[in-house]
């Protein structure tokens, strides 16, 4: 194996920079497809957990062929000249699929909390150039990650991309609606778009790429009948997550972090035992936030939208009883913040909801008259959030990168 040429005390930055130099191998090589044959991001990887984000990492890339294998070789930054460390992954196919792409998937694991790896892609004898990604800390230390909803595959996503890229998130959170193409495979190529714009921009200034966590909204969902991986196969196929439509992880020593499903494939009252336990679960952390799609207070739809309404029945007495300190919402192509609420009223020891999903999509005119709400506008943006064991800051910015509002969560303990 060829060295890696860094030296120990080398930044991400510089150390990008040697690796570029480093590895010549082509793409066409390791996968047997040159670019004009095949999409251009086939090949390039992308990351998404199945485990504890800070002990795992799952990667995964598209080829037209199926590898002879698919492995990982992996090491920290600046542990060896050599990747040290061979992880064995596997190929499918989404069947029905009619260009027949393999999606080939690696999952890490046994990691180091907070630190740097690099990693390259391939067969056993061939692989890619290195990449590189940092997991996520396990104690105290800060943590940061950018999240959006409603995205499509627009040079507004994309832009917005960039801008968050550049303030250094550990993660990208999606909360649905991710490319619309409907679970369709007549649609593939909004996909293709949206791998396209995200490998073009999802790289931070340190020279990490960003994981990814995406929640299904109700343009990940065909109308036919059948299993939930049938029903949404472009969600389950492409992005190893855990296997639902909602999930939870832990990122850090202050943050437990809740994916549901708003009714795209599993009801909001089937959910409510899985959201109780994780809640509790989370109830000692200073922060708990939930992603989600349909928003419980819109700013653009009917507030006894059906949607809205499920969720304020089932999941709003545990948001109170346990505290949620945010819930990320999407859905209404808007944007906004809201007071905070408790028990359905304004109460300053309650819950912030932000979104609406307007991370790339045209956006909608918000209702400017909603007793919920602080802020309401039309801006696209991400949010990026910096959480500690004493506050939550939330930043929105648009895809020029202004800051255009602000808002500062307290731990719960000094909520009371």
């Not at 485990?51 to 995964?60: Q, V």
């Not at 109460?347 to 909608?364: E, I, K, S």
Request: glycine fraction near 8%; charged fraction near 20%; aromatic fraction near 12%.
């Amino acid at each position: 194996m060829r060295s890696l040429y860094h030296k120990h005390n080398m930044t991400c930055g510089i150390a990008t920079i040697a690796l570029a130099a480093s590895f010549l191998i082509a793409s066409s090589c390791f996968f047997g497809v040159s670019a004009s044959a095949a999409h251009s991001y086939y090949g390039k990887p992308y990351l998404t957990w199945q485990g504890d984000p800070g002990t795992t990492m799952t990667i995964t890339y598209h080829t037209e062929a199926q590898p002879a294998a698919v492995q990982a070789v992996y090491d920290l930054v600046g542990a060896s000249d050599e990747l040290r460390h061979r992880a064995v992954g596997k190929s499918w196919q989404i069947p029905g699929l009619p260009d027949g792409r393999y999606i080939n998937s690696v999952e890490l694991t046994g990691l180091t909390p907070g630190q740097h790896y690099y990693f390259r892609i391939g067969d056993g004898n061939d692989f890619s150039d290195a990449y590189m990604f940092r997991t996520i800390p396990s104690a105290d230390e800060p943590i940061r990650f950018a999240i959006g909803g409603d995205t499509l595959a627009t040079f507004i996503f994309e832009a917005l991309v960039e801008q968050a890229a550049a303030e250094n998130p550990l993660f990208l959170v999606v909360g649905g609606d991710l490319s619309y193409a409907d679970g369709d495979f007549e649609k593939i190529d909004r996909w293709d778009s949206w791998f396209e714009r995200w490998h073009n921009s999802a790289t931070t200034r340190d020279g990490c790429l960003i994981p990814l966590v995406m929640a299904i909204g109700n343009h990940e969902t065909n109308r036919l009948e059948g299993s939930h991986e049938e029903r949404a196969p472009f969600f389950f196929g492409f992005f190893p997550q855990s296997g639902k439509t909602y999930w939870a992880h832990q990122f850090g020593g202050n943050l437990g972090f809740i994916v549901l499903d708003t009714n795209h494939l599993v009801p909001h009252d089937e959910q409510v035992g899985f959201l109780q336990e994780k809640l509790k679960a989370y109830e000692a952390l200073p922060f708990r936030a939930a992603v989600y799609h349909v928003p419980l207070y819109p700013s653009h739809r009917s507030f006894d939208g059906g949607g809205s309404v499920a969720g304020r029945e089932h999941w709003l007495p545990l948001f109170d009883a346990y505290k949620l300190s945010v819930g990320f919402e999407n859905h209404d192509h808007t944007f906004k913040r809201t007071k905070l609420l408790k028990n359905n009223e304004i109460h300053a020891a309650g819950t912030l909801y932000v979104g609406d999903g307007n991370a790339g999509v045209m956006p909608r005119v918000p209702n400017e008259d909603l007793w919920y709400m602080e802020k309401v506008s039309r801006d696209s943006h991400f949010w990026i959030v910096d959480v500690s064991a004493t506050e939550m800051r939330l930043r929105a910015i648009n895809r020029d990168g202004d800051i255009f509002d602000e808002a500062v969560l307290h731990a719960a303990n000094e909520n009371n």
